[in-house]
């Protein structure tokens, strides 16, 4: 199953990206390009989601619709 986790991903004065998420407290990720910050995020979703899910206390998180729009971020 995959899930849909919105996230606010902002430039930090030190030029490096910050990921964070309302919807799955505790996702925090940082890394050098916005490729590298999703990717960390995603890993970073999918341990919380296991934590969760060992403690038996499920996530409420969307799931994938067999429609949606994507941000496509290309570098020029």
């Avoid at 899930?3 to 910050?18: D, T």
């Avoid at 940082?30 to 960390?40: D, K, P, Y």
């Amino acid at each position: 199953m995959e899930n849909v986790i919105n996230l606010h991903i902002e430039k930090l004065p030190e030029g490096v990206y910050l990921a964070t998420s309302d919807e799955m407290p505790g996702l925090v990720a940082q890394g050098r390009t916005v490729s590298e910050t999703l990717e960390i995020a995603k890993d970073v979703a999918k341990k919380l989601i296991e934590s969760q899910q060992e403690k038996q206390k499920p996530l409420v998180l969307s799931q994938v619709e067999k429609k949606f729009d994507y941000p496509l971020i290309v570098g020029a």
